[in-house]
């Protein structure tokens, strides 16, 4: 994989390994785009812990912000960086599925 693909997927994997984020994330799937202070009504977490969720979350391409009206800022999910650390694990997956079928027939036989 390129070293750049590589470098999205682990900024993903950093971004999913926290259980608030995922709730962000999830929230987000569930209602579509809002603002921190709609996610903070929505989940057992302050508001000034979502808006750092968010520019982590942000920072991994997971969501967009979008500026609305008065000042208000709506965050969108955006699936592209999830696909490239779905490659990733494929490519992993493949890279393990022959040493362990190799290991596999070891055993067996």
Do not use: C, N
């Amino acid at each position: 994989m390129r070293p750049e693909l590589e470098a999205t997927a682990e900024r993903v994997f950093v971004a999913l390994a926290d259980p608030s984020r995922r709730s962000v994330l999830a929230a987000l799937a569930a209602h579509g785009p809002s603002t921190a202070t709609d996610l903070a009504d929505r989940l057992p977490i302050t508001r000034q812990a979502i808006a750092k969720h968010l520019a982590l979350l942000a920072d991994a391409g997971l969501v967009i912000p979008e500026p609305g009206e008065r000042r208000r800022v709506r965050y969108r999910l955006d699936s592209a960086p999830m696909q490239v650390a779905q490659q990733f694990l494929a490519a992993l997956s493949r890279d393990w599925d022959g040493p362990l079928d190799a290991l596999r027939r070891h055993l067996d036989g």
